[in-house]
């Protein structure tokens, strides 16, 4: 887990006049939020967000420098959403959530598949069914990814949630049953193949 500082002014106007002027100027309207706080709006430059993230990986832990007339506060906070214009993909809003090292929280890591499945060398064909996890830990044990070794999967066989390790401190939200990656046997392979295949003279 990486902790990244970040400033961030406070803002008191808002609407969509208020925003394109914002971004104009190379900043994001952005917003914070909690449990335990009020809703903050805020501006954040965008050279320096994206920066940020750079350094970031996945999931970080923002440590938002919030100021306002020359105070600044100081607060952990995960980016829970970045709106995009559909059409060029530019950063139109940023959400912040604020979090407490202490209390455990939900989120998102992505996985990483690593070992080459023992069915390949039978002619079987290796399927990536889920590419990240939902987990609940603390936020300074979010790990970055979680590597899951397949190199034992044999035709036929798939590796379920209920049967990878964990990090220290993190455990699964998702269903121990749900199937993470498969080996799946030629004939099978061949089968699922064909369904995708469009047929001869079908447009």
């Given at each position: 887990m990486q902790r990244i500082s970040l400033l961030a002014k406070q803002r008191f106007e808002t609407g969509k006049g208020p925003a394109r002027r914002l971004r104009a100027a190379g900043k994001v309207p952005a917003v914070f939020y909690g449990r335990k706080s009020e809703a903050v709006s805020l501006s954040v430059d965008l050279h320096e967000f994206k920066k940020a993230l750079d350094k970031a990986g996945s999931t970080p832990i923002f440590d938002l420098q919030m100021s306002h007339e020359g105070k600044v506060t100081s607060r952990s906070a995960l980016l829970k959403e970045?709106?995009?214009?559909?059409?060029?993909?530019?950063?139109v809003h940023l959400d912040f959530v604020e979090v407490f090292m202490d209390e455990a929280i939900e989120v998102t890591v992505p996985l990483e598949y690593e070992g080459k499945p023992t069915g390949l060398d039978k002619g079987g064909m290796f399927h990536i069914v889920v590419r990240d996890?939902?987990?609940?830990?603390?936020?300074?044990?979010?790990?970055?990814?979680?590597?899951?070794?397949?190199?034992?999967l044999d035709l036929g066989h798939s590796i379920h949630v209920g049967e990878i390790e964990l990090p220290k401190g993190v455990s699964a939200l998702d269903e121990p049953g749900i199937a993470l990656a498969s080996v799946a046997s030629p004939k099978k392979a061949e089968e699922e193949a064909a369904v995708e295949a469009p047929e001869a003279g079908t447009a």
């Open positions: 970045r709106q995009m214009r559909p059409w060029d993909g530019d950063l996890l939902r987990v609940s830990c603390l936020p300074g044990d979010i790990p970055q990814l979680i590597k899951i070794d397949v190199s034992g």
